[in-house]
């Protein structure tokens, strides 16, 4: 069924679940927000459905001016289409990101048609409050992941303990998976860019694409095969460098 028969018959390929969801195209529901006048925001995973962060995609049907993120909160705005300029006058461009620290005061512009993914998640310090990071994607060198070369990562925020998230984007080669499943106590927020494939979430498998967003929580089984001619990649971050005590 295309996506629009999905929705006309009442069905979704979304499924959200006590411990992990997958947040499709067809059911997002945009909405308005005082903080981010002009804009529509698809919030697809907030801490009403057990996550402890949050994931927003944001577009913007004319020029929007956002405010800095509310008390406390880390931010990382990902540009999926179009630019944003940080209200400090950093330019980002596709693929272009931003971390923001909790309370740094910097909010950020966008042009009408850009489209943004927006992570944010409250900020546990360890020593001092880190600085402003921002970069772009298609300057960043690969990794393979565990010596798998058709597996590469792509780090976007420095590995200091003073960071206390990840935030990488995942290359797929056709074909190739993460080597097993995965169960680790710390969660993920992930929206797929490119490509498509399986992904097994807690004992369920659930074909994705790109555009399709997921939550999973703290120790859900995770594995993904990526299907298809083309690469597959997808955006994800995890809570990183912090003691599950200290988050409980
Ligand atoms: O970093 C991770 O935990 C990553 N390999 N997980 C995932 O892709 N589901
Ligand atoms: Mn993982």
């Known amino acids: 069924m295309t996506t629009d028969n999905l929705a006309r018959f009442g069905a979704t390929r979304s499924d959200i679940r006590a411990?992990?969801?997958?947040?499709?195209?067809?059911?997002?529901?945009?909405?308005?927000?005082?903080?981010?006048?002009?804009?529509?925001?698809?919030?697809?995973?907030?801490?009403?459905?057990?996550?402890?962060l949050s994931l927003a995609l944001v577009r913007c049907p004319a020029a929007v001016t956002a405010a800095p993120?509310?008390?406390?909160?880390?931010?990382?705005?990902?540009?999926?289409?179009?630019?944003?300029?940080?209200?400090?006058?950093?330019?980002?461009?596709?693929?272009?990101?931003?971390?923001?620290?909790?309370?740094?005061?910097?909010?950020?512009?966008?042009?009408?048609?850009?489209?943004?993914?927006?992570?944010?998640?409250?900020?546990?310090?360890?020593g001092g409050i880190p600085g402003i990071v921002t970069g772009s994607v298609a300057q960043i060198?690969?990794?393979?992941?565990?010596?798998?070369?058709?597996?590469?990562v792509q780090k976007m925020l420095p590995t200091d303990p003073a960071f206390d998230f990840e935030v990488n984007v995942m290359n797929f080669h056709p074909g190739s998976s993460l080597a097993y499943v995965e169960t680790h106590f710390m969660e993920h927020g992930l929206l797929m860019l490119?490509?498509?494939?399986?992904?097994?979430?807690?004992?369920?498998?659930?074909?994705?694409?790109a555009g399709d967003a997921i939550w999973m929580g703290p120790h859900v089984p995770q594995w993904?095969?990526?299907?298809?001619?083309?690469?597959?990649?997808?955006?994800?971050?995890?809570n990183y460098n912090r003691s599950p005590m200290a988050r409980a």
């Open 224 to 238: 993904f095969g990526a299907l298809g001619r083309t690469p597959s990649r997808y955006l994800i971050c995890k």
């Open 194 to 209: 490119d490509g498509g494939g399986v992904y097994r979430l807690d004992d369920r498998w659930y074909p994705v694409q």
């Open 69 to 126: 993120a509310p008390e406390g909160l880390a931010r990382f705005v990902f540009v999926l289409e179009g630019g944003a300029t940080l209200s400090d006058g950093t330019e980002l461009g596709h693929e272009g990101y931003a971390f923001l620290p909790p309370d740094c005061g910097i909010g950020l512009s966008a042009p009408e048609g850009a489209r943004l993914a927006v992570f944010e998640w409250r900020f546990l310090a360890r």
């Open 19 to 52: 411990r992990h969801a997958l947040l499709t195209p067809e059911s997002h529901e945009w909405i308005t927000q005082p903080d981010w006048p002009g804009a529509e925001l698809a919030v697809l995973v907030s801490p009403d459905m057990g996550a402890r």
């Open 141 to 152: 060198e690969g990794q393979p992941l565990r010596g798998d070369d058709w597996l590469k």
